[in-house]
């Protein structure tokens, strides 16, 4: 399994752009790269997966340089209630590492 | 509605007293896990389920056993509880498409072992 890493923390301000970035420099050719959004005492929630170049939905845009060994997760404009643990998980089903994830804290 | 459901969602016990926390899925999911979460250890899986019949360790399986009998059930049995088993625990599905992994998490199963 591909080992990720992740900031600890980063604090942001309300209506700013936050930019996670996830490392993973042992990426399988297979591998996805699949970001969570935890909020205290509940469960994992599925942000946004990708494999190359970029994606973006609803909540948020996902970028993969070409080498695919790092990932960024953008939030654009967040709100305090994006204030949660986010983590960066490469790899298919079964196994799962899911690190130890970087704790976003909006402030007004 | 699509989900994810495990039960009890709190539990307190004594010390060798064997439970068993159940686990469901309405999305017929072929894979499934057990994990556990810890202040400072982030999430840690316990167990892993790639069809029925199928079950295989996570990081964490040392006092646990889970079976899968059905392809919608996959319940987490502790046969002696110990207070180092005290933690939040969850259980996830997914499905495999095209090499991906989604996983769709239950509420959580606060257990404390006295």
């Known amino acids: 399994l591909a080992k990720t890493t992740q900031p600890i923390s980063m604090d942001s301000y309300e209506g700013q752009e936050v930019n996670i970035t996830c490392s993973h420099n042992?990426?399988?050719?297979?591998?996805?790269i699949t970001w969570y959004q935890q909020f205290p005492s509940q469960g994992p929630r599925f942000i946004i997966q990708g494999y190359k170049t970029k994606v973006t939905n609803e909540v948020a845009s996902l970028f993969i340089p070409a080498d695919r060994k790092s990932s960024t997760l953008s939030l654009p404009r967040v709100s305090l209630s994006d204030t949660a643990v986010y983590y960066c998980l490469v790899g298919d089903a079964g196994k799962s590492t899911f690190g130890d994830g970087t704790t976003l804290t909006v402030k007004p | 509605e699509a989900q994810v459901t495990q039960n009890p969602r709190y539990l307190i016990t004594v010390t060798g007293k064997k439970l068993t926390v159940t686990c469901s899925q309405n999305?017929?999911?072929?894979?499934m896990s057990w994990y556990r979460q810890d202040p400072g250890l982030g999430l840690r899986q316990i167990y892993y389920?790639?069809?029925?019949?199928?079950?295989d360790k996570g990081d964490v399986p040392e006092g646990y056993k889970v079976s899968r009998k059905e392809k919608r059930n996959f319940p987490l049995i502790l046969e002696s509880p110990s207070p180092n088993q005290t933690s939040l625990y969850f259980c996830a599905s997914s499905v495999r498409d095209r090499g991906t992994d989604t996983q769709y998490f239950g509420p959580g199963t606060r257990l404390t072992v006295l």
């Open positions: 999305m017929n999911h072929e894979y």
């Open positions: 042992n990426i399988a050719t297979n591998d996805y």
């Open positions: 389920s790639m069809n029925v019949e199928v079950t």
